[in-house]
């Protein structure tokens, strides 16, 4: 009796110490949330300027199916291309954290016509630098959720 009971509080003892070793998350100093929204409504606003400045002078994307993007200027001709188009992006944040001069986010994202007509949805991940004093998105990816069209629906 007296070895199951010491046992016993050793497991709780031992369960209680991991739990308080376990590190929590950094706050987000790089404020991945409020970058989001800038970043949602320079889209939703067609201002590829606005855009570009939110990324850091070697920045890249890596949109889904296509050849990654990197520099101001292929920034430019990207978002030219894509947020000009009168689509509208709603973005969420499900989570971001940083550390010293590095951060992360990942979130969600829905892609809709000018018209509402839903066009895709899917997730983001992107990584953040701190430069200057000033965070700003080194790479970000996405991707859908929905199937891949066939060549009929193409």
């Known amino acids: 009796m007296f070895n199951r009971a010491v046992l016993c509080s050793a497991g709780i003892a031992a369960l209680c110490a991991m739990f308080v070793a376990t590190p929590t998350l950094a706050a987000d100093a790089s404020n991945v949330a409020a970058r989001a929204a800038a970043w949602e409504q320079a889209y939703n606003a067609g201002n590829p300027s606005g855009l570009v400045?939110?990324?850091?002078?070697?920045?890249?994307?890596?949109?889904?199916?296509?050849?990654?993007?990197?520099?101001?200027?292929?920034?430019?001709a990207h978002f030219k291309s894509t947020a000009t188009q009168g689509q509208k992006v709603t973005v969420a944040v499900t989570a971001a954290e940083s550390s010293g001069a590095l951060g992360y986010g990942?979130?969600?994202?829905?892609?809709?016509?000018?018209?509402?007509?839903?066009?895709?949805?899917?997730?983001w991940m992107l990584v953040s630098k701190k430069m200057g004093?000033?965070?700003?998105?080194?790479?970000?990816?996405?991707?859908s959720d929905m199937p891949m069209p066939t060549e009929k629906a193409q």
């Open 133 to 143: 004093g000033k965070w700003k998105t080194q790479c970000d990816i996405w991707n």
């Open 53 to 76: 400045e939110l990324y850091t002078d070697d920045g890249c994307r890596m949109p889904p199916n296509a050849k990654a993007v990197q520099g101001k200027e292929a920034l430019m």
């Open 106 to 123: 990942t979130g969600t994202y829905v892609v809709t016509a000018a018209d509402g007509k839903h066009l895709d949805h899917g997730k």
